[in-house]
Each structure stands twice: as C-alpha cells, then as structure tokens.
C-alpha cells in the first residue's frame, strides 16, 4: 500500500525553468511533510519541510505548497539551475513518529 | 559538525551468509532509522531506535534487526542473505525531531550491499 504517490516520475526542465513536482498521501494523520534531494552515490538530504498549518514556504528558489482538504502537496523550483539535476523525493509522517513515508521519486533534469 | 558516518561504503555478500552495517550518528542525536532503498521500491522504512530501544519497526521479515549502543551508535544486521537483499541501506539521525522548529533527519551516505 503506497501511502504518498509522487509524479511525475522524471522531470526534464530547461535552465530558468520552473520544474513542479507533485505528491498525494492518504493518511490524514500525516503532520509533517519535507522534501528530500538526493544525488547519485550521496544520502538523501532535507530541502524544505512543511506542516499542515500553513499553505505554503518558501526558502530562496523552493516553494511548498499544500493543500489539506485535497491531501495534496508539490514541490516547485523556480529558475531551475543544472545543478538542480538530482532525483527528489517527497514523504510524510505523523506525530510524535520518527517514521517517514517516502513517494517513489522524481528524477529531475535541467538541461543547460 | 561531523555528518552521519556509515561503514563500510560497499558490500558483497554470498546468499545465505548474514552481513553487519553500522551507523553512526551525529553528536547528541539519540534517534536513528535505517531505510532500504531500492529502484522498485524506493525508500522504505526499516526500523527506529531511540536510547538503545527500538520504538517503530517497519514491514521487514525477521531476517532484518538492529540494536543501538549507549553512545547512540547503531548497527543493522541481515541474516541468511537472499538477492533481493541488495540494495542501498541508508542511516539517519535526528534529535528527535524538534516539533517546534520542524527539523528533520540527516541521512548518511549508506551502505551499498550486493548479494551474489
């Protein structure tokens, strides 16, 4: 049972493009929900959290916008750069749970 | 300050035979989940261990098991290794997370283990 869908699952941008990345969770426990950047042979690293409270956060080029009546969540980078290019994940949790649920990944390609 | 540190890098294991990885956290993080991650699978929760007591476990037969140390270090051990074992196992350490401030875990760079 897939708890968070993620799509799409590859992304190709052109440098200075917006690239949008789009998640659904169907636990409405869920209080948390950070997205991760990994690159190839490294860890996945946090980029932004958000907490069902607020509708959107920014941080510099990252935004996070959340809808909780439609349990939806996206990821988008403006003025996507080359070294953008990673594989992205969203996830989610609930509290008082060290237990993230992670989508399936979106491999993200910003040509120069 | 020092990341997430995971020995060793790489691995490769016969079938049947068990394998140890460790893991250890940043300093004065006493949280660590271990995930597998794999192309079909993606991400998947393996189990949390908080002060030496393993507080959540994920959907993993019993072949998988972990323990943590007093000084928060942890290992994960696999036994009777099947090929559907390799995969890349990833550590992360957290406070825990801090409500207030919306923290999140720092993963290690993982354990590549290939089962032969």
């Known amino acids: 049972q897939q708890q968070v869908k993620q799509s799409p699952q590859s992304l190709i941008v052109q440098k200075g493009g917006i690239s949008i990345i789009n998640c659904a969770y169907e636990?409405?426990?869920?209080?948390?929900f950070p997205w991760y950047q990994q690159f190839p042979g490294k860890g996945p690293a946090l980029l932004i959290a958000?907490?069902?409270?607020?509708s959107e956060k920014k941080e510099g080029r990252f935004t996070i916008s959340f809808n909780k009546s439609a349990k939806q969540f996206s990821l988008h980078i403006m003025d996507s750069q080359p070294g953008d290019s990673a594989t992205y994940f969203c996830?989610?949790?609930?509290?008082?749970?060290?237990?993230?649920?992670f989508g399936k990944g979106t491999k993200l390609t910003v040509n120069p | 300050k020092a990341g997430v540190t995971q020995t060793p890098r790489y691995l490769i294991k016969t079938r049947g035979q068990q394998v140890t990885l460790s893991c250890s956290p940043i300093s004065g993080h006493r949280s660590v989940s271990w995930y597998q991650q794999t192309p079909g699978q993606g991400l998947q929760f393996l189990f949390e261990?908080?002060?030496?007591?393993?507080?959540n476990k994920g959907n993993f037969p019993g072949r998988f098991s972990g323990r943590q140390f007093s000084n928060s270090r942890s290992e994960m051990n696999v036994s009777t290794l099947e090929l559907g074992d390799s995969a890349l196992y990833l550590c992360a350490s957290s406070f825990p997370r801090d409500r207030a401030t919306i923290d999140g875990y720092t993963f290690g760079s993982g354990t590549r283990l290939t089962v032969v």
């Open positions: 958000i907490r069902p409270d607020v």
């Open positions: 261990y908080f002060s030496e007591t393993q507080r």
């Open positions: 636990n409405t426990a869920f209080d948390y």
């Open positions: 996830a989610a949790s609930k509290g008082g749970s060290e237990k993230l649920v």
